[in-house]
């Protein structure tokens, strides 16, 4: 009987939605990075099943003719039920794999989809409702049950169609639903602050208060309508009126709560603006006048190099939203630390950052690109540009723009290719873009673009981005132009250590592949934060956690190692790094990294010796240029007494004090007035300068340190290469100029450094009147 009882239920549509929304999240648990309570779980079951639960309970409700009241209670229990159906198949999953986080996880889950369906099942009874006033007998009968699936339909996807429409018309990329919850916009940013989705969920909370009370003061008449009576309780309707009141409130202060934002909102919270020929600099007043005006001088700069780089010009004014810094750029439009562009908006958001600007021209190449865009987001796609292509839109923005850095993305991909760990450019160019691990995937794609640019010209990479088959343009299929591409990587020499390095840099799993990223991220930000106030027991403990959850992390070791050092059990700290550094199982970087941590150590408490045969050990392998100079300096302070205090004072600290640049600066100036003939404490007075943003000051500096003779490798090189970044700062074309001359001949600059620097220099030509 009990039996019959449940397969009855199972099969009215409350047990088919309940039933669907435990089979859905089952089945989605089987997903990597799915599985267990957490936000990817509550986004995905508050987009799909809220349609589901509001569809099956408007057509239940609307073959029932009891009290509007209880019709409501009825579908808010079907929600109910279809949350509780979530959370099982959720526990289910997370049992089976483990929580990540289960406070927050169930917190997200309920906060988000969980109230979101019982949301859904009050919307069903109100689409039930509405459905009633349409004849239920006759020819037209059939439209009153269509109609409960229209009217069912339309709340859900609304609410989606809003959240859209938001995300079009204005800078935001995040998302408040009341079905749905959270959405955070960007799958680059892993660690998620959701404190104000509690602040929304009052505003639903008012909603549903207020819903209930009209629901009370419904009356069913004759013909089945739903009609409303007084009955005389006016502290109930007052409650009524003020619940609603309340909603409307929390809706309106949108802006101010973090619901939402509008371009209009969000300029008025900055406040600063400064305008150019092409560029329109949105930036907050806290920002000095002087960073500002150089970021906006920057801007036109690259608008004018990328638009040469593409051979086609974007649009007219560019607007650029300059935030202090990623706590306030993911207040106001949602992405903290993943700089963003709008190309349909001709917009681009990004934080401060020292000059030059590491994304800015990046962000603006995805701008131009948009004069040869498809569809209403101008950007690279198939389906008229509806579904994305982000390999391409990327690919053009990382070979329009590159990064300064010591290897370009022709040779960094050729390192993956002898790592044999270069993805196909069939996975690169589809969205399987977003499984790889993203350092890897901008990379590769950015090389590949650049090397269709220099091949077949900025014509056919437009063309490619506008529509058009790559195979019709070059008359190649996409595998003979990768074989192509293999033959030419397979033409570039790599020293041993770019695999080293490669292999550090792009060897790591992507987003869904790793196992709770975004707690091992958060524990590890929060460890960091922790280490710098002091807090090392709590760091300890923030970096235990992280490896309960990444276990072969070598980089958690080596942060563990960090805090050890720092804290009471230096011993312990040392023991660890030396077990990685002996550990043949460990990845090279990570060996590396624990010699020369345990070279620090030595030098701060005086065992020179010792530093600089751990310092000789690592240099083969190292190909970073600013690691590379580090350790030349460090071994010049092996050698050299007076100069030793100075600069363990400036990079490590002297024995268990943390570094101290102010008093390493007096320290280098004795040093530098008292030996005229050399340039290194020049440099290094220089390099503080720079770091401060005085880049008159620092040019002095440089200028006297490349006067002198400096016999510590890489620094001359670095000396050169801050001289064209001051100058360029300073808008001083003529001195870049000269100084990239005598940078160009300097035998060990890579060529993807040189390639920077000439970068800067044409930066500095093209707009230095801004300045």
């Given at each position: 009987?009990?039996?019959?009882?449940?397969?009855?239920?199972?099969?009215?549509?409350?047990?088919?939605?309940?039933?669907?929304?435990?089979?859905?999240?089952?089945?989605?648990?089987?997903?990597?990075?799915?599985?267990?309570?957490?936000?990817?779980?509550?986004?995905?079951?508050?987009?799909?099943?809220?349609?589901?639960?509001?569809?099956?309970?408007?057509?239940?409700?609307?073959?029932?003719?009891?009290?509007?009241?209880?019709?409501?209670?009825?579908?808010?229990?079907?929600?109910?039920?279809?949350?509780?159906?979530?959370?099982?198949?959720?526990?289910?999953?997370?049992?089976?794999?483990?929580?990540?986080?289960?406070?927050?996880?169930?917190?997200?889950?309920?906060?988000?989809?969980?109230?979101?369906?019982?949301?859904?099942?009050?919307?069903?009874?109100?689409?039930?409702?509405?459905?009633?006033?349409?004849?239920?007998?006759?020819?037209?009968?059939?439209?009153?049950?269509?109609?409960?699936?229209?009217?069912?339909?339309?709340?859900?996807?609304?609410?989606?169609?809003?959240?859209?429409?938001?995300?079009?018309?204005?800078?935001?990329?995040?998302?408040?639903?009341?079905?749905?919850?959270?959405?955070?916009?960007?799958?680059?940013?892993?660690?998620?602050?959701?404190?104000?989705?509690?602040?929304?969920?009052?505003?639903?909370?008012?909603?549903?208060?207020?819903?209930?009370?009209?629901?009370?003061?419904?009356?069913?008449?004759?013909?089945?309508?739903?009609?409303?009576?007084?009955?005389?309780?006016?502290?109930?309707?007052?409650?009524?009126?003020?619940?609603?009141?309340?909603?409307?409130?929390?809706?309106?202060?949108?802006?101010?709560?973090?619901?939402?934002?509008?371009?209009?909102?969000?300029?008025?919270?900055?406040?600063?603006?400064?305008?150019?020929?092409?560029?329109?600099?949105?930036?907050?007043?806290?920002?000095?006048?002087?960073?500002?005006?150089?970021?906006?001088?920057?801007?036109?700069?690259?608008?004018?190099?990328?638009?040469?780089?593409?051979?086609?010009?974007?649009?007219?004014?560019?607007?650029?939203?300059?935030?202090?810094?990623?706590?306030?750029?993911?207040?106001?439009?949602?992405?903290?630390?993943?700089?963003?562009?709008?190309?349909?908006r001709a917009e681009v958001y990004v934080q401060d950052m020292d000059f030059p600007h590491r994304v800015v021209g990046h962000e603006l190449m995805h701008v131009v690109a948009a004069s040869d865009g498809q569809g209403p987001f101008r950007v690279a796609g198939s389906w008229g540009g509806y579904l994305p292509n982000p390999g391409l839109i990327e690919g053009v923005a990382v070979a329009a723009s590159p990064k300064e850095d010591d290897l370009s993305p022709m040779e960094w991909a050729k390192a993956m290719k002898d790592l044999e760990i270069l993805p196909r450019l069939s996975q690169l160019f589809t969205l399987g873009f977003l499984g790889e691990n993203s350092s890897m995937a901008y990379t590769v794609s950015g090389a590949f673009v650049g090397w269709i640019h220099d091949e077949y010209g900025a014509e056919v990479v437009r063309r490619w981005y506008g529509g058009e088959a790559l195979e019709s343009l070059t008359h190649k299929s996409?595998?003979?132009?990768?074989?192509?591409?293999?033959?030419?990587?397979?033409?570039?020499?790599?020293?041993?250590?770019?695999?080293?390095?490669?292999?550090?840099?792009?060897?790591?799993p992507g987003f869904f592949a790793r196992r709770c990223p975004r707690i091992v991220d958060q524990c590890r930000e929060q460890a960091d934060v922790m280490a710098s106030s002091g807090d090392i027991d709590g760091a300890l403990e923030q970096l235990a956690r992280a490896r309960s959850f990444d276990p072969d992390n070598p980089s958690l070791r080596l942060e563990e190692a960090s805090a050890l050092v720092a804290g009471t059990e230096r011993e312990k700290g040392l023991a660890l790094y030396e077990t990685i550094?002996?550990?043949?199982?460990?990845?090279?970087?990570?060996?590396?990294?624990?010699?020369?941590?345990?070279?620090?150590?030595?030098?701060?408490?005086?065992?020179?010796?010792?530093?600089?045969?751990?310092?000789?050990?690592?240099?083969?392998?190292?190909?970073?240029?600013?690691?590379?100079?580090?350790?030349?300096v460090k071994l010049r302070a092996t050698e050299d007494a007076e100069l030793r205090v100075a600069i363990v004072t400036l990079l490590l600290g002297v024995g268990r004090q943390e570094p101290d640049r102010t008093a390493a600066a007096a320290l280098l100036g004795t040093i530098d007035r008292d030996r005229p003939n050399d340039g290194l404490a020049a440099y290094l007075l220089a390099r503080h300068f720079v770091d401060a943003g005085s880049y008159e000051t620092a040019s002095a500096h440089l200028d006297r340190a490349l006067s002198r003779t400096i016999t510590v490798p890489r620094v001359r090189i670095e000396a050169l290469r801050l001289r064209i970044l001051s100058a360029v700062a300073i808008a001083d074309c003529p001195a870049a100029a000269k100084t990239l001359v005598d940078y160009e001949r300097e035998p060990d600059v890579s060529p993807s450094r040189v390639d920077f620097a000439r970068s800067l220099v044409a930066l500095c030509e093209a707009y230095p009147a801004a300045r």
């Open positions: 009987m009990r039996w019959s009882a449940l397969i009855s239920r199972l099969r009215t549509p409350s047990g088919i939605a309940i039933a669907v929304s435990l089979v859905f999240g089952l089945a989605m648990g089987m997903v990597p990075g799915f599985g267990g309570p957490g936000y990817e779980i509550a986004l995905v079951t508050g987009i799909v099943m809220p349609s589901v639960v509001a569809i099956a309970t408007a057509i239940e409700l609307g073959r029932r003719d009891d009290a509007p009241f209880e019709l409501l209670a009825r579908g808010a229990s079907i929600g109910a039920l279809a949350t509780v159906a979530t959370f099982v198949a959720t526990s289910i999953h997370g049992l089976r794999n483990g929580f990540c986080d289960p406070l927050s996880g169930y917190e997200i889950v309920a906060l988000g989809p969980g109230i979101g369906l019982v949301v859904a099942g009050a919307w069903g009874w109100a689409a039930s409702e509405l459905a009633r006033f349409l004849p239920d007998r006759g020819a037209r009968a059939r439209l009153r049950r269509v109609a409960r699936v229209v009217f069912a339909l339309a709340g859900p996807l609304g609410g989606i169609a809003v959240s859209l429409a938001r995300y079009y018309t204005s800078p935001i990329i995040f998302a408040y639903d009341p079905f749905a919850g959270y959405f955070s916009g960007t799958i680059y940013d892993t660690v998620l602050d959701y404190g104000t989705l509690g602040t929304y969920r009052l505003g639903t909370a008012a909603t549903a208060v207020a819903t209930i009370v009209v629901a009370i003061h419904l009356r069913r008449t004759e013909r089945g309508h739903a009609r409303p009576a007084l009955i005389g309780r006016p502290g109930l309707l007052a409650i009524g009126v003020v619940a609603a009141l309340a909603s409307a409130i929390v809706t309106a202060s949108g802006p101010r709560l973090g619901h939402w934002n509008t371009r209009a909102s969000i300029e008025e919270e900055l406040g600063g603006r400064i305008e150019g020929d092409r560029c329109l600099v949105v930036y907050a007043r806290s920002l000095r006048p002087e960073r500002v005006r150089r970021f906006a001088a920057e801007c036109e700069a690259h608008v004018a190099l990328v638009e040469s780089w593409w051979g086609a010009r974007g649009p007219e004014k560019i607007t650029a939203f300059l935030f202090s810094g990623e706590g306030e750029k993911a207040r106001l439009m949602g992405a903290s630390g993943t700089n963003v562009a709008k190309p349909w996409l595998a003979d132009l990768e074989a192509d591409w293999h033959v030419a990587l397979d033409r570039i020499a790599l020293a041993e250590a770019a695999k080293v390095q490669a292999k550090a840099r792009f060897d790591r550094a002996n550990d043949p199982n460990a990845p090279a970087f990570a060996r590396d990294r624990a010699i020369e941590a345990l070279g620090d150590q030595a030098l701060k408490f005086g065992d020179v010796d010792a530093a600089r045969a751990r310092y000789e050990s690592v240099l083969p392998r190292i190909i970073d240029e600013a690691k590379l100079r580090t350790l030349y």
